[in-house]
Nanobody, 126 residues
Framework: QVQLVESGGGLVQAGGSLRLSCAAS????????MGWFRQAPGTEREFVAA????????SHAASVKGRFTISRDNAKNTVYLQMNSLKPEDTAVYYC???????????????????WGQGTQVTVSS
């Protein structure tokens, strides 16, 4: 089992940047695929980005491709989401999630992830 804690959210102006971090507990982090999802009020949780257990394979939603980048540091048990050129429509609670299966292609659905963090709020003002 793994526990996930997100950090790095906040309020930023449109066009600005934030870097989210997700710290994981447990010895098996390096064997988990990791993902970032987000949920705005009144909407379903949606896929943002995913990364394979070794970090060689990544996937990004079309809405964030070219602006957001997922990465991981297995030595630090941490996955990151670098968010640039933020837009008001990026406002949401951002969640990281862990998938214990070495899934290829990477998971893009919430049901494919077993463990979730508590979320961190990102608010982008216009």
């Amino acid at each position: 089992q793994v526990q996930l804690v997100e950090s790095g959210g906040g309020l930023v102006q449109a066009g600005g940047s934030l870097r989210l971090s997700c710290a994981a507990s447990g010895r098996t982090f390096s064997s988990y695929g990791m993902g970032w999802f987000r949920q705005a009020p009144g909407t379903e949780r949606e896929f943002v980005a995913a990364i394979s257990y070794g970090g060689a394979i990544t996937s990004h939603a079309a809405s964030v491709k070219g602006r957001f980048t997922i990465s991981r540091d297995n030595a630090k048990n941490t996955v990151y989401l670098q968010m640039n050129s933020l837009k008001p429509e990026d406002t949401a609670v951002y969640y990281c999630a862990a998938d214990p299966r070495r899934r290829v292609p990477l998971g893009t659905m919430t049901a494919e992830y077993d463990y979730w963090g508590q979320g961190t709020q990102v608010t982008v003002s216009s």
